[in-house]
């Protein structure tokens, strides 16, 4: 399980990469949601890495 938190404004990032945090169900600073690890949860996260933080529990 991994626990992704959505730490900087999705103000001024592209499109593809607030649909990329739309898709994880993060909305707004400090959302946080856990996910299970994954292929398609890593790829995700390397779309708007400079965005999040990700803790793997």
């Known amino acids: 399980m991994a626990k992704v938190t959505l730490s900087r404004s999705l103000i001024g990032a592209n ?22 690890d994954g292929p ?3 790829g ?3 779309v708007i890495s400079h965005l ?6």
């Open 15 to 36: 499109p593809k990469q607030k649909a990329t945090a739309a898709s994880l169900g993060l909305r707004k600073i400090g959302d946080s949601i856990t996910h299970q």
């Open 40 to 42: 398609v949860l890593d």
């Open 44 to 46: 995700k996260v390397k």
């Open 52 to 57: 999040v933080t990700v803790e793997k529990a």
